[in-house]
Nanobody, 121 residues
Framework: QVQLVESGGGSVQTGGSLTLHCAAS????????LGWFRQAAGKEREGVAAFIDGGGATYYADSVKGRFTISRDSANNTIDLEMDNLNPEDTAVYYC??????????????GGQGTQVTVSS
């Protein structure tokens, strides 16, 4: 059974940083495509950053390129999302999720309960 548990969300001011953590079980972070999605109030869910193949290729949404970094730890079976230079538009619930292995915007398959990120101006 796949389980994805997110942590690390919180409230920061504009320009601040947060690192989100995802502990995975029942699925290998190294052999599967996993990443981070977010959903802001009143908006559709969007893929933010993801590993899109087993070789380590990554996807980043244009809005986060240069500010967010996704990483994975095969020993601990975790995926992290380091977020720097945050702005209020980054406010959302962030979900760790499995996704379809493909190029282009990630397609969500199954995710965790999410963690709230709030950025104030």
């Amino acid at each position: 059974q796949v389980q994805l548990v997110e942590s690390g969300g919180g409230s920061v001011q504009t320009g601040g940083s947060l690192t989100l953590h995802c502990a995975a079980s029942g699925v290998s972070v190294l052999r599967n495509c996993l990443g981070w999605f977010r959903q802001a109030a009143g908006k559709e869910r969007e893929g933010v950053a993801a590993f899109i193949d087993g070789g380590g290729a990554t996807y980043y949404a244009d809005s986060v390129k240069g500010r967010f970094t996704i990483s994975r730890d095969s020993a601990n079976n975790t995926i992290d999302l380091e977020m720097d230079n945050l702005n209020p538009e980054d406010t959302a619930v962030y979900y760790c999720a499995t996704l379809v292995c493909d190029t282009g915007p990630p397609r969500y398959i199954y995710g965790g309960q999410g963690t709230q990120v709030t950025v104030s101006s």
